[in-house]
């Protein structure tokens, strides 16, 4: 089965304060992996993919196929950085869909 | 390039009413994609269009159809709203269905059915 899970609805730190947002995933192949950022009320962006390991808005997530995670990470958080984010599996059918996990919301605090 | 436009942004329908969302891009994609977002759930996919003149059933289509006469547009409707289905609907596009394109995804219509 795919399936993509966020255990954390809600995860809340403080400025400066390091960040872990979980991701764990069940697919049987080379997995796809993106992480989407939604602001208040706004339109999904792609925050980033596993396959360039780029590191944007100085976030950053590593695949890693043993544990079947894509934790997202940032060093030091920033209050600009609160929104809600998705963990999103591309899907080897249905005209290549993301299966998105229940999105945890990012709560940066002064 | 506006991207990825959706209309209505917000509509409230009485139960057993009908009507129409219009996605459209102007980025050439092949492939467009109707999703609902419901709180706890993430987003689940509805319909998709691999091109022009094409579609077929994602996770959660019943009560829901869909159209692509023309590549730039993907229209989803519900025929006879239920309030099962008051949720936010994105649609998104993408050049191709590889983990190479990125899906692009409209700014959402809000609906919600009384």
Known sequence: ?110 | NAGVTQTPKFRVLKTGQSMTLLCAQDMNHEYMYWYRQDPGMGLRLIHYSVGEGTTAKGEVPDGYNVSRLKKQNFLLGLESAAPSQTSVYFCASSYGSGGAYEQFFGPGTRLTVL
């Open chain 1, 1 to 110: 089965a795919q399936r993509v899970t966020q255990p954390e609805k809600l995860l809340s730190v403080f400025k400066g304060a390091p960040v872990e947002l979980k991701c764990n995933y069940s697919y049987s192949g080379s997995p796809e992996l993106f992480w989407y950022v939604q602001y208040s009320r706004q339109r999904l962006q792609l925050l980033l993919r596993h396959i360039s390991r780029e590191s944007i808005k100085g976030f950053t997530a590593d695949l890693n196929k043993g544990e079947t995670s894509f934790h997202l990470k940032k060093p030091f958080a920033q209050e600009e950085d609160s929104a809600m984010y998705y963990c999103a599996l591309k899907s080897y059918n249905q005209g290549g869909k993301l299966i998105f996990g229940q999105g945890t919301e990012l709560s940066v605090k002064p």
